[in-house]
């Protein structure tokens, strides 16, 4: 079997945790900050969990991650 090959934008965005799950950043945070609410702002700047649903793509992605 040869070695498979990791997906370098996945890598770039996504780490994985002690329990197997994936975080990720969110979106919406590079520019245009001026119009959004600090309160959203604040929300957005903070990791999340990829959604079960999503799970499975991204760690066919990331094989040794």
Do not use: E, N, W
């Amino acid at each position: 079997m040869p070695k498979l090959k990791t997906h370098s934008g996945a890598a770039k965005r996504f780490k994985k945790t002690g329990t197997g799950k994936f975080k990720r950043g969110q979106s919406k945070m590079r520019h245009i900050l001026t119009s959004k609410a600090t309160k959203t702002k604040s929300k957005l700047g903070k990791i999340v969990l990829v959604s079960v649903a999503d799970t499975p793509k991204v760690a066919r992605m990331l094989p040794y991650a």
